[in-house]
């Protein structure tokens, strides 16, 4: 045993002795390459003069204190400036690629409590509107499809009502699940162009209220820009700002809103039936909201211009199935609601298969699948338990 250990220690030695003079080898390599220093530059703190930095040579100092040599120079060359390729006559430059901004410029300048004298103040009318869209973004390319507009007095009463389907100019209808408006629908709709003159008709004199008002000025704002149709800023009151001030609900959406004043919401994300579930609820909000609403401008006055009258509204019926035929009316009566069917009694299956046996035939009895005896299955059998 003892020659088996000192054969093992002796082979431990000669392993180690050999890899340490690997190691020597390798640091020896090492130290016998010989690299040129290279002297540290101090750069001097001023400023290079100008003419240094159009690409003539700079002196720099070094740690010792001499100059550097002509081969250490270093020249300090502008960056070079961008090669633009000259047109050819007859053709124009490309167009430089800018980051998209919102169209349009501020709409409507919303309600405040209270105010100095200076404020204007408003009791009626007021142009109740609604716009439903092919996305959440004008920016991005949406468009409005579906515009209406009621206007009502301070007591709610709806003096007049406005709706029509948008065409988006080739653009999707987007979300069909939504709104439930297809490209078919729409296909035949005017242009808001053709439109505009009806709408800034309804909201000239009056105060302008949205539910989420940001929405509708942003999308207005753009199609009115699209449309070239300039505006003075018209003063607004944004029905979900006043209803958080107003009802102690869980959301402050127009359906929850809606079912607990009690107003009737025939058909969400159509415009007339949100304008109408809005114009329900204006009157209950100021009545109970009490305080004194301010504007910073005053409503807009003679809005219409010179534009054109307006082409036929092309609307959707409101309250019925949002896949009816368009009709192509201005004002749309809601549908009656029919009374929901009474539930029918579903038979038995067992019932049933007895009703389409034919007469005069066995019935066929269920057997156990084991003890193959009538009356229990497998699963109850008794020679099983």
């Known amino acids: 045993m003892l020659e088996v250990f000192f054969v093992i220690v002796a082979v431990v030695l000669v392993m180690w002795m050999s890899s340490r003079r690997k190691i020597r080898r390798r640091i020896a390599k090492a130290t016998t390459r010989v690299s040129r220093p290279t002297p540290h530059v ?12 159009e690409g003539r040579p700079t002196s720099l100092m070094l740690e010792g204190g001499g100059t550097s040599s002509p081969k250490q120079r270093i020249y300090a060359t502008p960056r070079p400036t961008p090669r633009v390729e000259p047109t050819a006559p007859g053709r124009t430059a490309p167009a430089t690629r800018t980051r998209p901004t919102e169209p349009g410029g501020p709409l409507f300048s919303f309600a405040e409590l209270g105010g100095g004298r200076s404020r204007y103040r408003h009791n009626g009318p007021f142009a109740i509107i609604d716009v439903e ?3 959440f973004s004008p920016r991005k390319g949406d468009r409005v499809i579906e515009i209406a507009i009621a206007r009502v007095n301070s007591s709610g009463r709806i003096e007049d009502e406005y709706s029509t389907l948008i065409n988006p100019d080739g653009r999707d209808t987007g979300a069909v699940s939504i709104h439930r408006m297809t ?19 309804r909201i000239d004199g009056a105060v302008a209220v949205a539910h989420n008002a940001n929405f509708e000025e942003r999308f207005l704002s753009a199609e009115l820009s699209g449309a070239g149709v300039a505006t003075p800023t018209l003063p607004a009151l944004c029905s979900l700002w006043l209803g958080r001030r107003t009802f102690d ?5 127009l359906a ?18 949100d304008v109408r579930a809005v114009a329900g609820l204006l009157p209950v909000m100021l009545d109970r909201h009490g305080g004194e609403l301010s504007y910073q401008h005053s409503p807009g006055v003679d809005l219409r211009g010179d534009l054109p009258r307006g082409r036929d509204p092309v609307v959707r019926p409101v309250g019925g199935p949002r896949s009816s035929p368009v009709v192509p009316r201005a004002v749309v009566s809601a549908a009656v609601i029919p009374p929901p069917r009474p539930e029918r009694s579903r038979p038995s299956v067992a019932a049933a298969a007895a009703a389409s046996a034919p007469a005069g035939k066995a019935k066929a009895v269920r057997r156990c699948g084991h003890c193959r005896q009538p009356g229990h299955y497998r699963s109850t059998c008794p020679e099983l338990r």
């Open 133 to 135: 869209t092919t996305g």
């Open 256 to 273: 929850t809103l809606a079912d607990f004043v009690g107003v009737e919401f025939l058909d969400a994300h159509a415009a007339l039936g």
């Open 249 to 253: 609900t869980p959301n402050h959406k």
């Open 183 to 201: 490209n078919e629908m729409v296909r035949g709709a005017p242009l808001f162009g053709d439109v505009a003159s009806e709408i800034l008709s």
């Open 42 to 53: 101090t750069r001097p703190a001023s400023r290079p003069a100008p003419s240094e930095r």
